[in-house]
């Protein structure tokens, strides 16, 4: 959990001051009360025994006394103990206070909420995707571990300086039975799957739909209301993040993305191209990939095909007549071909910086069999972000239905898209890399104490 405004919710009960809940748990220092509102109350406290910070979180005592509530928040702490990703908030232990309230230790997490963020109007549409691609990628593990979160909105999504987020409060969490839900007493309206309130079956198809709405609030500043207003009504982007967001909170569970790595994969596709055309909130697309609702191709947009036409700058080709089906063979061996493109890309992002020999326009890479192979195995090891470049890249493959058809268009345009992102790493390194070089040669010729204000006034003299 993460410090945040209390909140204006009244809380259900006589919240306990730092003095009460020092007694009720000795083994803390409570610090201060960071939020509360009608379903708990959440405080900052140091744990000495660890030297660390911690979030605790205590539930009204009445829930205490309820024997079957009491053993099902045992069962889902137990459970929640055990999501240990880097994009959710980490439970450390659980219990009843003296007082009698069920409390959670949690991870403490420094930084602000999105809903602040989100009001603060300082939400990009990179950070926006990239914040909505992080809080899949918890929303996937929880899913693979059978946990559904059941209350996604962004007042439990914690965000800290760089950018990370941590998925928080999972008090709501229930493991994923299969079974139809009561009725729900917990969650928000506006973040809620129709079936969580109708009291139909509910799956980890709900968090979806949350994270769908999380989404068009991050692009909008405004929840989805009926009828729903287009996002293009609120920034200039493409409409295709219309037809990601109406997937994602479709009223039937079926028509919605299946799981949360599919909703990440074309949210990811849709931001390269959102690159690669030059929208950051400005300008729409240029390039469209066609894998809108249901994963059909949908129909170019009409202002964006001269903006494609300009950029390429190619001359029409003559008519062709429609290609024969590949054969599993062919296709087998356009797939080995795309793998060697990506894997050479790589290759040259790795050794550019040590191998260029002047100049950044081209790049010649020499790595025997056993340096490649070393690379690949240790590259998540070291260099994380690359590795996942690599997920992400297969993630978008699949997404667009490439897999299925690997000689189309829209598997030609993502394989560009790719590249393209990967030679922009690569310049991106090569600069650094020429940055490094400059300041070890300028600050071996210094005689006085090295300093940026030093360097300065002796490259302009």
Not at 55 to 67: D, M, Q, R, S, Y
Not at 187 to 195: C, F, M
Not at 211 to 228: H, I
Request: proline share 5%; glycine share 8%.
């Amino acid at each position: 959990m993460a410090e945040a405004p209390l909140s204006s919710e009244q809380p259900s009960f006589d919240v306990p001051s730092i003095e009460a809940m020092n007694a009720y748990l000795p083994q803390f220092t409570f610090e201060k009360l960071a939020a509360c509102g009608g379903m708990g109350a959440v405080y900052k406290a140091y744990q000495e025994s660890l030297d660390r910070r911690v979030a605790v979180k205590i539930l009204p005592p009445e829930f205490g006394t309820e024997k079957e509530f009491a053993d099902r928040f045992k069962v889902e702490a137990r459970a929640m103990a055990k999501l240990n990703h880097t994009n959710i908030v980490g439970v450390y232990d659980f219990g009843i206070t003296a007082g009698g309230h069920l409390y959670l230790v949690m991870e403490w997490i420094e930084g602000k909420s999105l809903h602040d963020l989100i009001h603060k109007g300082s939400l990009s549409l990179r950070k926006a995707t990239n914040l909505a691609m992080q809080l899949c990628e918890a929303l996937t593990f929880a899913h693979e571990h059978q946990i559904i979160h059941r209350d996604i909105k962004p007042g439990n999504i914690m965000v800290n300086d760089a950018d990370h987020v941590k998925v928080a409060d999972f008090g709501l969490a229930r493991p994923n039975t299969g079974e139809a839900e009561e009725e729900n007493p917990f969650g928000t309206p506006d973040y809620a799957a129709p079936e969580i309130r109708g009291g139909s079956v509910v799956d980890h198809r709900v968090d979806i739909y949350a994270a769908g709405v999380v989404l068009y609030e991050m692009l909008t500043g405004t929840v989805p209301q009926e009828p729903r207003k287009s996002v293009t009504e609120f920034t200039k982007v493409s409409t295709r993040w219309d037809s990601i967001i109406a997937r994602a909170i479709d009223p039937d569970p079926d028509k919605r993305y299946q799981d949360a790595g599919e909703f990440r994969a074309h949210i990811n596709v849709a931001m390269k191209q959102a690159a690669e055309g030059g929208e950051s909130g400005g300008n729409p697309m240029a390039i469209d990939l066609g894998i809108g609702l249901g994963g059909k191709k949908a129909a170019a947009a009409g202002p964006n095909k001269p903006a494609v036409a300009a950029q390429k700058a190619k001359p029409a080709a003559p008519a062709k007549k429609p290609a024969a089906p590949m054969t599993q063979q062919q296709q087998l061996m356009l797939m080995i071909g795309v793998v060697a493109v990506v894997v050479v890309g790589f290759m040259a992002l790795l050794f550019w910086p040590s191998s260029r020999s002047g100049g950044s326009a081209g790049v010649k890479v020499e790595a025997t069999a056993d340096e490649i192979l070393e690379v690949m195995e240790k590259l998540a090891q070291n260099d994380s972000e690359l590795a996942r470049m690599v997920n992400s890249f297969a993630e978008d493959w699949k997404a667009a239905g490439a897999d299925r058809n690997p000689g189309s268009d829209v598997a030609q345009k993502l394989r560009t898209a790719q590249l393209a992102v990967v030679q922009a790493k690569a310049r991106d390194r090569v600069e650094a890399a020429r940055r490094a070089e400059i300041l070890a040669s300028e600050l071996a010729k210094l005689k006085g104490a090295p300093s940026i204000k030093a360097l300065k006034e002796a490259a302009s003299q």
